[in-house]
């Protein structure tokens, strides 16, 4: 059923009866109303996660998605000071609503002769609606961070490099479970701790960045801060090993079946041997990267 003439630019009246049921309540999953973060959870996270002029700070937020992509999820957001941010992303940000201009491009909701499941004919580039509204709501450019969903207190949003390195050791894959991926659940205790302490990992990772960053240069390391480096490998290794797991537990049998598939099927007994050694070499390297 299409839904939006490119020709004219204007909704067609069935789409324009369904955003009216939408505004009205659930469609297919989707709730266009906001929820309020709880107050005692936005608060703990202001106080222990406060932004400063060096610092970023944490937000809870309600992501509810779209029509087309129902997500209803909370996510803590990172919040960065406006002046640490790039210029184009700031001039975004103070510029009109990315939905002002542009549609939603896919089977269903538009005439295009080329669908391109995704937002067509936009102004921006480098942000989504849900940044330019919090940045109407907070004052902050703001970057998602840890998603609550799961049984588990939730996981990273997004891996970083060294983090998908070390996913893909463990389970095949590189990503964490999208928005949506795993049952609903709210912000508790679990969640704070979680949080907490990956703000303590966040020091291994600077220290191992330091190290590969040194090593790069070809400088050579005094054996104290080789140790010091090494361990902080060794501490990022086991806290990123731990949240992989986590994650992989909270995956349905199927997903895990289908993990183990990629990894093993095929394989001969010696070839899978080969594999667990190489999972080991790259573990080995991971740990003494940048202290060489």
């Given at each position: 059923m299409s839904t939006w003439d490119p020709a004219t630019g204007k909704l067609l009246a069935e789409v324009e009866y369904k955003l009216r049921h939408i505004r009205r309540g659930f469609v297919d999953g989707y709730c266009p109303d906001d929820r309020p973060a709880p107050t005692e959870w936005q608060d703990r996270?202001?106080?222990?996660?406060?932004?400063?002029?060096?610092?970023?700070?944490?937000?809870?937020?309600?992501?509810?998605?779209?029509?087309?992509?129902?997500?209803?999820?909370?996510?803590?957001w990172q919040l960065y000071p406006v002046h640490a941010i790039d210029e184009q992303i700031r001039k975004e940000?103070?510029?009109?609503?990315?939905?002002?201009?542009?549609?939603?491009?896919?089977?269903?909701?538009?005439?295009?002769?080329?669908?391109?499941?995704?937002?067509?004919?936009?102004?921006?580039?480098?942000?989504?609606?849900?940044?330019?509204?919090?940045?109407?709501?907070?004052?902050?450019?703001?970057?998602?961070?840890?998603?609550?969903?799961g049984d588990q207190g939730g996981h990273k949003y997004r891996?970083?490099?060294?983090?998908?390195?070390?996913?893909?050791?463990?389970?095949?894959k590189s990503s964490t479970p999208a928005l949506g991926d795993l049952p609903y659940a709210e912000m508790d205790e679990r969640t704070f701790d979680k949080l907490v302490e990956r703000d303590r990992v966040r020091m291994y990772a600077n220290v191992a960045a330091w190290g590969a960053d040194y090593q790069a240069r070809g400088a050579v390391m005094e054996e104290e801060d080789r140790a010091g480096v090494l361990e902080a490998n060794e501490l990022l290794w086991h806290w990123l090993e731990s949240q992989i797991t986590q994650t992989c537990e909270?995956?349905?049998?199927?997903?895990?079946?289908d993990i183990a598939r990629e990894r093993v099927v095929g394989l001969s007994a010696e070839e899978r041997r080969a594999n667990t050694i190489k999972q080991e070499v790259n573990k080995h390297q991971f740990l003494t990267e940048g202290v060489a």
């Open positions: 996270l202001r106080r222990h996660f406060p932004v400063s002029d060096s610092l970023t700070g944490l937000y809870l937020r309600w992501e509810k998605g779209n029509p087309w992509e129902p997500i209803n999820r909370w996510v803590v940000l103070l510029d009109d609503s990315p939905r002002t201009h542009g549609h939603y491009c896919a089977e269903g909701w538009c005439l295009c002769p080329v669908l391109r499941d995704g937002w067509v004919g936009g102004h921006v580039s480098c942000i989504d609606q849900q940044q330019w509204e919090l940045y109407r709501e907070t004052g902050y450019y703001g970057q998602r961070y840890w998603a609550i969903q891996l970083n490099t060294i983090e998908s390195k070390i996913a893909h050791i463990k389970t095949g909270s995956l349905t049998e199927k997903d895990r079946l």
